[in-house]
């Protein structure tokens, strides 16, 4: 297959440059307030169109079109090899002039090449560039470079998950302890006796009337196993399993965290943690006393002239700005088609993320005009999540970095006149 790829790319670099399909409509105000209502964008475009909408009238929608982009033969090709899945990954726009409401643009394309195949976080694939350009009559408006990786699908074996405790009358106290950063041991509520596991009734007056204290959260190793086999969903092992005495007197049994097995010891203090394994249950685990708390992750520092914009990526917005877009690609609407090819959800699109990222800059640059956008797509901006803009501006460029919690989703420059 990638000889023929390599052949169809030498056929379509030497058809050079060509009509692309007629925008369906003119520069019209209601597709600009659509677009600013759903980014957020609070600037004034009475005569002329964002810069940064500049593809979205060349986009197609959800009409059958003939021919997309300069790339759609190779990138049906590469569907048909099971290169299904797709992202965009850089897009640069260079804006000639403003573009007025109720002009009609045309536009051409042609192809800019194909690399690959190359192996990625999404999965292997090729890089697929093409290029298109703008005009009003015979004058040119603008233009733009366009790069998509399409990837085979990662196959995702579904991880081990935890085995999950029963939880029933006589335990949801505990568990609910847990969830809140407690250990609560029962406490009967005639005698005062504590007693672990809970149980219906006191095994020393039988009484069944029942409460529970919460305790101290220290202890000592009473005695302990190292779990070799057989093997447990959620666990690699070898890991270490103690009978912890609690300062309170009962023995709770849990994992012991943050040590080597040989380093274990009978009598050894330890301290409480806890460890999310669902949205339902936190389970009580140990380790050595006196270990620090995990220390926060990492984060870039990264200087910014003004106030950073945090924007929560919520599936109503990624939603309406990938409509506002006119971008009705799959993976930007729904789930199922998002994670079969291989993403966790639905995700930011390159147009919204172009958008926001003029947005910021407009903002904080009162009656600038934009004569350039370019960006690079690093770790996708998944629903639930928040993106973080923040720039810093050296004459007439612009840097901005967008942030999610997996790392940078955009790193883009903006030129301005």
């Known amino acids: 297959m990638h000889d023929e790829l390599m052949a169809l790319a030498e056929k379509l670099t030497g058809l050079g440059e060509r009509p692309a399909p007629v925008p369906l409509d003119p520069v019209n105000a209601p597709m600009i307030r ?16 964002p810069p940064a909408m500049l593809q979205v009238w060349s986009m197609p929608g959800l009409v059958d079109t003939k021919a997309g982009s300069a790339a759609d033969e190779i990138l049906q090709k590469l569907n048909a090899g099971g290169f299904t899945g797709v ?11 403003p573009i007025r409401i109720g002009e009609r643009l045309r536009s051409t394309m042609r192809f800019g090449g194909i690399a690959g195949p190359k192996r990625t976080a999404m999965g292997e694939g090729y890089f697929v560039t093409w290029h298109q350009a703008w005009y009003s009559g015979d004058e040119r408006v603008g233009e733009m ?55 219906p009734m006191c095994p020393s007056c039988h009484a069944t009337k029942r409460d529970f204290v919460v305790a101290s959260g220290r202890g000592t190793v009473y ?16 890991y270490v399993v103690a009978l912890v005495e ?31 394994i669902s949205d339902d249950v936190t389970l009580p685990q140990w380790q050595p006393a006196g270990t620090p708390p995990p220390a926060p992750r990492a984060v870039r520092e990264t200087r910014s002239d003004w106030d950073a914009l945090e924007l929560p990526l919520t599936p109503t917005l990624i939603v309406a700005t990938a409509i506002a877009t006119r971008d009705f690609t799959p993976v930007h609407h729904d789930v199922a088609l998002a994670r079969a090819q291989g993403s966790k959800d639905i995700f930011l699109n390159i147009l919204t993320t172009m958008g926001l990222v003029q947005r910021y800059v407009l903002e904080n640059n009162p009656g600038a005009s934009v004569a350039g ?28 970095r967008g942030a999610v919690s997996l790392g940078d989703h955009v790193n883009a420059t903006v030129t301005l006149r």
């Open 34 to 49: 659509n677009w600013q209502q759903a980014l957020g964008e609070k600037g004034s475009w009475e005569a002329e169109a």
């Open 223 to 238: 005695s302990h196993v190292v779990h070799h086999h057989p093997p447990v969903p959620g666990r690699t092992p070898p």
């Open 145 to 199: 470079l366009f790069r998509v990786l399409k990837f085979l699908p990662v196959k995702r074996r579904p991880a081990g998950k935890p085995i999950l405790p029963a939880i029933g009358l006589d335990t949801e106290f505990f568990w609910a302890g847990a969830r809140e950063g407690e250990l609560r041991i029962q406490k009967c509520g005639e005698c005062g006796v504590l007693r672990h596991p809970p149980g």
């Open 87 to 97: 992202v965009a990954v850089n897009c640069e726009h260079a804006y000639d002039r």
């Open 246 to 276: 609690l300062e309170e007197g009962p023995r709770i049994i849990g994992n012991l965290l943050d040590i080597a097995p040989e380093d274990v010891t009978v009598g050894m203090p330890v301290q409480l943690t806890f460890q999310q």
């Open 373 to 400: 956008i370019k960006v690079r797509l690093g770790a996708p901006a998944y629903a639930g999540d928040t993106l973080t803009l923040t720039g810093t501006r050296e004459g007439d460029v612009v840097t901005v």
